[in-house]
């Protein structure tokens, strides 16, 4: 992981996992915050009619068995048939006044029999941790651990299902008014590893800076606009003085008219990778949608740009998806995370149909369906016949909610895939059928909630 010290001035911020570590720039950005925040916290008090402040402590514990054979999630994969059951127990603390937000989320993950131990404690850390002064009715600043959830989820996710979640660490402007927008600086730093990183919300970024610019905008009652501009800034493995940048520019327009909706999202990145190549690649994801009375269906594809074969050794056209989640859009098998890795820098295009069904109140049915294709040949001579087609894949899901507090979901996938997923790594024979399944139970009570409004 990149190292975070600048100079023999540390600050300590307590955001690690289990460890403290050291970093100064912040401090050119946290004491200036800080003191305006105060300050516009006392003059707000002054100002307004009622002081209103609320406490509330919530608790989640998710369990989640999970089987799978015959598919890789990793080129490492050996143990095959895998079933392991995995938990989080997490607390979420929220503290609210008229101007000032408090905010944690601390959680423990653990894993029983998976990597040979029955039993063991995969990581103990926050998820979230931040504080968030009002400067203004309409701008706040948030400060600390935070989760970006934007648009989609496509560019940036707070992967709500993975156990641990994502996380950046850093500062964030918001703006909310007639334009939504917010700005995001945000770092890494030398992450503890004591506890795995693998169940960690922080420790997989690679950026010694990341810089994202999001704004969204309803343009009238049946166009939105959303824009999503990022800087990424790395240090280079061989020179950690050394740095080099990815910028990633693009966003939505979406329409709404009468229960039909369409879309199209749209993004460009350029800039270096660490090989030193120039990075000149795209992102197009159409979509559209229809909603019924119980039923709705969506129809879309992803198209992810990659290397051709006459392609110039200086320059790669494999675009990267950043820091969102794949499995809402390619499969629940996730058998293409990890970009341009996954597909052998060939790129990726994948039609997709989803279809959810409302049974009753508590009970929903989803199928989904994607075709995959490499956006260019996979090449081995004499092994693999020339051609894209990679394969398909089929995921079925119950979602079933007896009670408020209680989430009870079930899914089963299986993917029909073509012999050129074995040279992807991804499956160890295409004459089997991978599958997938797992039984996940969520129960998230309230535990505490405070409330209190005083004349000021």
Known sequence: MVDGQFDDRPLTIGFSDRSSQTFTPVRYFLFPVLFLALANHTSFSQTADSLKRELTVD????????????????????VMPEFFVSQRNRFDITYTSNRFKFHASPQEIHV?????????????????????????????????????????GRIFSAAPWSQQSRAHEGIRLLFNKKVNTDLTIAFTRPYGKRFDAAYSPVASHQYK????????????????????????VFEKSIAPTQHYQRITNGGRLEFTH??????????????????????????????????????????GAEVLSGNKATIRPDVTNSF???????????????????FPADVNDKGLMNPYL??????????????????????????????????????????????????????????????WAAERMELLKKVPDSDKIPVWSYLMISFRPRLLRLAKTTLD
């Not at 608790?59 to 050996?78: I, K, T």
């Not at 998976?114 to 009715?137: C, D």
């Not at 956006?375 to 398909?392: D, I, N, S, T």
């Open 209 to 232: 800076f990341l810089f994202v610019h999001h704004l969204k905008h309803q343009l009238n009652k049946h166009f939105a606009l959303t824009t999503i501009n990022t800087l990424e």
């Open 320 to 338: 990267v998806p950043l820091y969102g989640v794949a499995w809402k859009f390619m499969g629940n098998m996730n058998l293409f995370t990890r």
């Open 112 to 152: 029983w029999g998976k990597s040979g131990s029955f039993s063991r404690v995969g990581n103990i850390n926050a998820f979230e941790l931040y504080i968030e002064p009002h400067l203004t009715r309409h701008l706040s600043v948030r400060i600390g651990r935070q989760a970006l959830s934007l648009d989609n």
């Open 258 to 299: 009468s229960g039909l909706y369409a879309t199209v999202n749209a993004y460009y990145q350029y800039g270096r990778n660490a090989a030193e190549k120039k990075i000149r690649a795209y992102y197009i994801q159409p979509e559209i949608s229809a909603g019924f009375e119980k039923m709705t269906v969506r129809l």
């Open 354 to 415: 989803f279809a959810l069904y409302q049974v009753s109140k508590k009970l929903s049915l989803r199928a989904d369906a994607h075709l995959f294709y490499s956006q260019y040949p996979l090449e081995e001579p004499g092994k693999y016949p020339k051609g894209r087609y990679l394969g398909f894949e089929s995921d079925i899901s119950l979602n079933f909610k007896p009670i408020k507090q209680v989430e009870i979901i079930y899914g089963f996938s299986s993917t």
């Open 59 to 78: 608790f989640e514990m998710r369990p989640r068995a999970e089987f799978r054979d015959n598919f890789m999630l990793a080129a490492s994969d050996s």
